[in-house]
Nanobody, 123 residues
């Protein structure tokens, strides 16, 4: 499977960005998808996940209420709407696919990763 993330950029604190991840090469609709991020000098961390139907989502506490994950199975895309951005949200954001889960969402154990898109939030 191939995952292609896009939508990153430079935004001021309080602003919004929408990230998108396009999937190809596999039955995208069957699997849980997630977004992760890695800030400079820090480990990669889970941001949000969504199950295959889109009926269940999970968020890191640090983004809950500000970020929204969604998916369009017809278009094979998963999106991350990011509002009220903070400088601490600055990171490279990755989308990922979990081939072992489809109804539940885990914070780790994803199998396929996109190349990452950089989000920079200025203060």
């Amino acid at each position: 499977v191939q995952l292609q993330a896009s939508g990153g950029g430079l935004v001021q604190a309080g602003g919004s960005l929408r990230l998108s991840c396009a999937a190809s090469g596999r039955t995208f609709n069957d699997y849980t998808m997630g977004w992760f991020r890695q800030a400079p000098g820090k480990e990669r961390e889970f941001v949000a996940g969504i199950n295959r139907s889109g009926g269940s989502t999970l968020y890191a506490d640090s983004v809950k209420g500000r970020f929204t994950i969604s998916r369009d199975n017809a278009k094979k895309t998963v999106n991350l709407q990011m509002n009220s951005l903070k400088p601490d949200d600055t990171a490279v954001y990755y989308c990922a696919l979990d081939q072992d889960r489809w109804t539940i969402i885990a914070r780790s154990g994803y199998d396929y990763w996109g190349q990452g898109t950089l989000v920079t939030v200025s203060s």
